[in-house]
């Protein structure tokens, strides 16, 4: 029988190599053997997209490599998830995320999404060309910490603003405003408030870092 | 304000023949947000070939920049194959439905004919007023998208990364007929005496790896400059995001002009194809123009020629892609003031001191570490 840790590293690989049939066979392999589902997920399936996000960091991987090795981790979790024990979720950051009115272009929120998710936010995502209001009535809905904007077009930009604005006028200041895409840059950000990461492997370490999830010095 | 002494076009081939110009072109490439200076929304665009037209118009004799353009969004070739744009009222268009909802419909596909299909009989329209009106003093251009990203925008850009990997064969067909709507589209632009410039976003390495480029992008991009350059005009394109890694494919193509985004290193850029194409950029339309102030436009646009002004091949100011379109009309001004008291020819120590009259703020830290982070006493 196969161990638990070879498994884990077969599930790991098959989503850097983008592979989602393999990803399938082997999740219900490791199902097959009783091991634990929640750390299939998180030290098998999550930590190659871990390595893809690494990957793409350094520039072996684009954007449709990680959109494949997000395939290939999803088809695995599609096995695993059901096996979770109930207990296995603890309470987790809450992100509110989309791509801001105006823009329809929503790759790069997928993948901030995929990756947050990876690093256990609850992400809840209101898709594309919301509104600027929307993305404030659900943070407040649901507690999150974090919103999360994203657009590609430069046409869209004023509506970043608007929504640093209106959690302003709410004196909602404790809710952390994220932004990224093609025309975002750091000033940008700064300038109206937000913060900036320049893809999708920064954003969630900079997510970490807002929920105080990195050990304080 | 300071004013200009030639216009667009005596500017351009005096500085084609060597000869002194009053200062270098530039370009900050205000796309839609001309709607704001000739007082129409954005979505008459979608229906008035003449509000087109008239609102490049206006935008041009408010600020004398040096280059026109129809080009409203990037979606008008894949709704004239069958694609479903959204038109907001007052801002740009976007992409609803792809053209095809199945690979079996691949071959159902056909290119546009720019004389009926969608929007494009109003942009040809546009061009035909807009030369009229201007095509004495400035360089009249007709936009265009590369064949690979329409293709994007056919399948719709999830489907159609996925076969990429799954399903080169469709990628291809998708490329084939884009490049024949192109072709078509070209043709036009050429027919009413403007020039076409293309923009292939989807061929970033922000979005595909050099790989993907080569294999599926660049082809098809070749043969729609070669046509262009067959039937005697030059072409400048425009990628945004990263290109450094596919600067040599693009230049092979044989365009004449390369408009670069803010994202690159625009000194490396003229160092290493300076020599072979004109290199256009790259204030960074958001940051710095969108958000200003004056000052640090001032310095962002001495800080671009500094870097790139002796480009063997001619340099253009330009912006590192469009502006947003509520960018307040007091920076574009800057940034063509800018370009006015830089003069030609430039002095490096003007620029110096142009720089240095603005000190640079402080740059954000991207990602906030724990000491930097961190309130408790160190």
């Known amino acids: 029988m196969e161990s638990q840790e070879s498994l884990l590293k077969e599930l790991s690989n098959h989503v850097v190599d983008m592979d989602e049939e393999m990803a399938v066979e082997t999740a219900q392999r490791y199902i097959d053997g009783h091991f634990d589902a929640y750390e299939g997920i998180d030290k098998g399936l999550a930590a190659g997209m871990e390595r893809a996000g690494q990957l793409y960091e350094e520039e072996e991987y684009y954007i ?48 901030v999404k995929i990756m947050l998710e990876t690093a256990g936010f609850e992400v809840v995502d209101l898709g594309r060309d919301v509104p600027p209001e929307d993305f404030v009535a659900k943070a407040l809905e649901i507690g ?24 302003a006028e709410k004196g909602q200041t404790q809710i952390q405003v994220m932004v990224g895409g093609g025309p975002i840059s750091s000033g940008f950000a700064r300038k109206i408030g937000a913060h900036y990461s320049r893809n999708a492997s920064r954003a969630v370490e900079m997510a970490k870092s807002l929920v105080g999830e990195v050990v304080p010095c | 304000m300071l004013k200009d002494e030639m216009t667009p076009l005596e500017r351009g081939a005096a500085l084609a023949r060597g000869e002194k110009v009053d200062r270098l072109p530039c370009n900050p490439n205000v796309a839609n947000g001309v709607a704001r200076i000739y007082g129409c929304k954005i979505s008459e665009f979608n229906t008035s070939a003449k509000a087109i037209a008239n609102a490049q118009i206006a935008a041009y004799r408010r600020f004398g920049y040096d280059g026109v353009r ?35 419909q691949i071959y159902q596909l056909e290119p546009a004919d720019p004389y009926k299909d969608g929007r494009l009989p109003i942009h040809i329209d546009a061009m ?43 990628v291809h067909r ?64 425009h990628i945004c995001g990263k290109t450094d890694k596919i600067w040599e494919d693009i230049v092979d193509m044989g365009i004449a002009g390369f408009s670069v985004d803010n994202v690159v290193d625009l000194k490396h850029c003229k160092e290493q194809i300076g020599d072979r194409v004109k290199i256009l950029g790259h204030v960074d339309p958001s940051a710095i123009i969108y958000a200003g102030p004056p000052s640090e436009i001032r310095r962002a646009v001495a800080e671009c020629v500094q870097q790139a002004w002796d480009s063997p091949k ?55 570490t724990p000491s930097e982070k961190c309130s408790c006493p160190h």
């Open chain 1, 144 to 167: 999150a910490e974090i919103i999360g904007l994203s657009t590609l077009m430069t046409t869209t930009m004023e509506n970043m603003e608007r929504v640093v604005q209106i959690l």
């Open chain 1, 64 to 111: 449709p490599e990680l959109l494949m090795c997000s395939d290939a981790m999803y088809a695995g979790m599609d096995i695993l998830t059901p096996h979770l024990k109930a207990d296995a979720s603890k309470d987790k950051h809450k992100v509110v995320m989309g791509v801001v009115e105006g823009d329809t272009h929503d790759i790069g929120k997928n993948l």
């Open chain 2, 174 to 237: 998708a490329c084939e007929v884009s490049l024949e709507t192109c072709i078509r589209y070209a043709q036009a632009i050429i027919d009413q005496g403007l020039t076409p410039t293309i923009s292939e976003p989807m061929s970033s390495c922000t979005v595909v790896s050099p790989k993907h480029f080569r294999e599926f992008a660049a082809p098809y991009l070749k043969r729609l400059v070669a046509y262009i350059n067959a039937h005697g005009k030059p072409v400048t394109m």
């Open chain 2, 128 to 170: 035909k007023y807009l030369i009229d009106e201007l095509g004495d003093e400035v360089g009249c251009a007709g936009g265009i998208v590369g064949p690979f990203t329409n293709a994007f925008f056919l399948f719709g850009i999830e489907t159609f990364i996925k076969l990429l990997f799954k399903n080169p064969e469709a």
């Open chain 2, 70 to 104: 129809i080009f409203t969004d990037l979606f008008p070739w894949a709704e004239a194959m069958g694609a479903t744009v959204s038109f907001p009222d007052d801002n740009t268009a976007n992409l609803a439905e792809p053209a095809i909802k199945e690979i079996s």
């Open chain 2, 314 to 368: 001619g340099y253009v100011i330009m912006s590192g892609c469009s502006l947003p379109v509520e960018t307040p009309l007091a920076h574009i001004d800057a940034m063509m003031n800018a370009a006015r008291e830089i003069g030609y020819p430039v002095v490096p120590e003007k620029l110096e001191r142009m720089i240095a009259e603005t000190p640079a703020p402080p740059s954000q830290p991207e990602i906030i």
